[in-house]
């Protein structure tokens, strides 16, 4: 059962709440913990990019889940591929503050200097995200 | 814009009706031939595997309808990324004939010498296919 | 004197006139002629994507006047570099016959099976314009 | 859309005034700043060597504005090609101080051991500027 | 005489008693002693795996032996091959006290975040034993 | 799961008899046609050197019965891993002739000219399987 | 005794006279079959691009007589380093007929499409004498 | 028993004997024989160049022989190492007769153009005697 | 004149006297000394590991002396070749005190623990060597 | 304008006096001052290794002065190539301090341990010459 790691990007729905930003993060963290899938989210309150991590089935499982749920739209891969050692073990889902997505760190890795998950290559969004680690807070 | 590969396995559901798959074949070419995807489909009343190629998020778009399509699931990406030039652009969706789909050929890339697309990894899945091409008929 | 090669795309400006191509190739032969710069050019049209390769100097005078050129706009370097030998020697500027653009050939390389030298990357770019070599008549 | 680096030598004109720099400095800083276009300069008085940074159609089209400029002349690319993260995104357009263009430091990366940009070769004038990053003042 | 390294995973039977890692162990440090095979032992009540590092026809005795020992059973080969340099020449035997298997560390390599040896590729197994090493006793 | 390739070397006990190959060849073909199982076989009345290729779990089966199997002895893995593509799947168990294991075959591979399986490095092993693999007649 | 190869550029001298070029030629022969130097020389009637393969000691030898030599200034070397293999052995010096410098050939290499050995990079030499082995006459 | 390669260089005594070549070759044959060792001689009256190949101990000892001979000296490696295939195991000790020690061919390989073993280094040895297999005849 | 290393492995003869060993390294000194060669020297009272380094033409006549050296005998080759610095330039010949050939030193190398330099590869004896250095007393 | 490093040996010639090698290093200082030449330069009384870096004509035209000079002969290069950055460049001339060349550091490069600079490949004399670099007075 091979362990892989996906990234996506997506966009906040019509239908999207502010307040459906933690319940969304309440039944990811109960999915991953479930399925074992660990992993990081960076929402700018208009895109998402998340990180997945975990058994190929179970990875795939809740990206499908996460493609059917309305609250988001335009998914698109980033990166996919095996590993051989998870990178966001310590996080059934760790959210990366937003105020922890700056415009000095956006510049290093996008054009626009927003946070514009679309426009980053695969190798980008990896370094991004790993350069994002440092800024959750432990629990 | 970049250009993608993702090949995914899925299984057909309960719901199957041999009679749909030429009705999904006739749709997903029609779909990407709006969308310039094109790619190669083997079935064997069972599993699919198919490939996708074209824009990032053209493929992307296709990926999740198929995701919601109720006529099969558990659907399993098993290998995504950039490309310089496409495999497969002579065709809509190539199907490949199910009696290609041979022991044979079956058991040079899986453990079980079945069609049985989960199994692989995604290196055999891209060599698997690419011995496929020879075997779609041209029209 | 260190050889490079570089490959743009670009965009007809309003003012274009379908007669300026044969003028912008005859004056481009003649100055290339001069500068002993090589290369090769595509146009659909609507869009131009060519290639120069000479001396270092020689390519980027000619470089900044396409860009000074306001027949076209919008145009936007694919790839540029230090090469040991030319790949275009045969034309001071080879035209790539507009019917030689075909779908299949641009679907081999770009997202949208149009002739969309904008959405190439650098790497797309140089294949396709080798594959064109053949396309040329020669004189 | 790609981010990606481009390096080019230039050389003053005749109508260049040493009042200019202040005045093309500002300008760049605040057509990058609109264009999230990020890089250093260097200037000695004779010739400029300038990078930028940022998406593949802005680098360009600021390229072309710096092509048209009449206060300098000779625009020679060194250097262009996507990168995955920036070097300079701390400066909308870092000046490297003229003093920091020390004899020592231009022995080490030019044949002249003057500040001559069209000298060098690429790989030398990516790391000549990565020497320079430390000259420049924060603010 | 060749250096060789092998690991494996295993179940044990229905007839294995929890007093027969003690005896287990023992007699495998006296072979192991006796052959110069040196090595380390996980073991989580229900799963071993298993590193057996020395010449090449003394570590395949002892695979032998280990797969004759009927209070285990489905043995599989994770990882073998030639080595320069063993790994855990400091024990006959070391054996991973059971409560360092936990739960962050499992989830680091494998799928389901359980001690899961059969999951693991070759190259996780090697990342996972190595990184035991610190949580042997040392006597 | 994956594809592994395993090769080993073994030696006939007192207590085999000379009838026993064909009994054994039976046995290999039916038990490795049940479970997947490819793989080549050479005899030469005293060693034997034998490639298996399947799934990881029927592999590391096999090769469990085959070490319990009191007709031969000493058995020596010479090299073992995954693969993307099997070598041998013409194959249920292909018996090299005897007469094929020539001197001047066997001096290309090993010290002492004859069939010494014991002797090779792995790499010499797989080549000299390879190299067997036209002496096999077709059925 | 290390075998080395040496290209290297140089220019006629004023006081080079058009007969010079046959006695250059013929005591060049001599020295190098003395020497067990071989090569090949390129003149178009104001430029020399000539190899030198042979011993270390012997081609460094000849090369400082060759700077001695009045007839021709500005030595500039190309390429120089160790091979295991000659590639013009069959020459103790083989003049390619100046007709072979062609337009054509040139261009390929070189900036200026003129023979222009100073402008070259040493990999472009090394390739541009290759493509000129087969022009020069067998005796 | 690791497979290896040897060439070594050595020269005439005093009380070497025009018919003791035979001799040796003779004795070499048998020698070689009885321990599987396989190889290539090249003799030029004055110069033995020699490849030995096959068990390390079995050449070795071999090695040891042919440096106890009184009939050559100055007996000097040129490259050892371990292979896993031979290149020479068509003979015992073939000789190379010496009209196939040419001029064009030690030119290719050496500074002075003689049979100069002692000259090579190890890289342009292996070659040399590689070119010199298709030159010993077939008994 | 290439530096080159040689290591090799070497048994006690019956005419062997305990006292022989500081005569042994006496001459071996001296002899070194006297050609620039360096090295270092193991031994248990039964075999010998040494490694000599420097010229390759005093490097062969010393070893030659060596299997000349009817103290010892069986010596074999574990390694020979180039290098561009020696490892051991501050010992004309360093003795590794027998005490530091210790069991868990042996082990890391060796399958059988011992001191056994005919069991190893030339990579470990290269690496077992250069563990060695810091056991040798300075004077 | 190509950086290169140019490493040569040589030989004083009966002409020489001891008094030269002040005036030959203050006419070398003022010559590469004169051309941004750099270098370091070995001498031991009896030969000299020197190293220039620079552009590609200057130091070619300092090497045809060098060569011109006879107070030394038999000049033979070690090793000459395109550079990215200078390693000398803080020294006009570094000249070595005689008592700087150790036997010991002499013995790590050399098969003699004496300063032999002909005896060295372009490898160990780029090593030395940096090993060496401390060993110049700051002025």
């Not at 899938?37 to 179970?58: A, D, H, Y």
């Not at 990206?63 to 309305?70: F, Q």
């Not at 095996?82 to 290093?108: C, F």
Request: charge should be negative.
């Amino acid at each position: 059962m091979d362990l892989v790691q996906l990234i996506y990007a997506s966009t906040v729905s019509e239908q999207f709440k502010e307040s459906d930003l933690s319940v969304i993060l309440g039944s990811a963290k109960q999915r991953n913990n479930a399925e074992s899938v660990t992993g990081i989210l960076c929402f700018n309150g208009k895109n998402f990019m998340q990180c997945l991590e975990g058994g190929r089935r179970q990875v795939n499982t809740i990206y499908a889940n996460i493609l059917a749920d309305e609250r988001h739209q335009d998914a698109e891969l980033l990166t996919y591929g095996p590993i051989d050692k998870r990178s966001y073990s310590q996080w059934e889902m760790g959210l990366v503050p937003q105020e922890a997505l700056t415009h000095s760190l956006n510049l290093l890795y996008t054009a626009s200097g927003q946070f514009a998950p679309y426009e980053m290559s695969g190798a980008s969004a990896e370094q991004y995200l790993r350069a994002m680690r440092t800024a959750i807070p432990l629990l």
